[in-house]
């Protein structure tokens, strides 16, 4: 029921703004703010966004848990997202959730809110693999080369240009 209400109000309050702003300032300068509120939120979720992915990355190749990574990365998203939406109620919101402290706190109330039953890392257990191919096992091949290059020239991998 709420997200229809969301669906609902959502539009109506920026209807609202769009008439309100639009008679104090004029329909250009209200249409300027729109276009400017737009590239800046692109630039500004652009830039939260490759912070976010360099965090996500030091969690990976950390061990560490990435879940707070994930959801700011997803907020940023959802920022991104707000802001190329036309309307003065939902760049706000947008700018908003390009504020870390904000992020942080909305994380928080997230995590107070939900409860994971099981977290795990990394591959499948060795109980899962067939026999002989633990993760330090070895396994033997041959092969035999389809096309050799010709001599003196090499050869065409489809990522060379000639």
Partial sequence: MWLFLAFL???LIEIALFIQVGGLIGLWPTLAIVILTAVLGTWLVRNQGA???????SSFSELRDPTEPLAHGAMILLAGALLLTPGFFTDAM?????????????????RSRVKVQSFHTGGPQTR???????????IDG??????PPKEGKPGNSGWTRH
């Fill in 9 to 11: 109000a959502v539009p």
């Fill in 51 to 57: 912070l976010a992915l360099g965090q996500l990355r």
């Fill in 94 to 110: 947008g700018f908003l959730l390009l504020i870390p402290a904000v992020r942080n706190a909305a994380f928080e109330y997230l």
């Fill in 128 to 138: 899962d693999r067939p026999p002989g191919q633990g993760p330090g096992d070895v």
């Fill in 142 to 147: 041959a092969y035999t080369e389809v096309d």
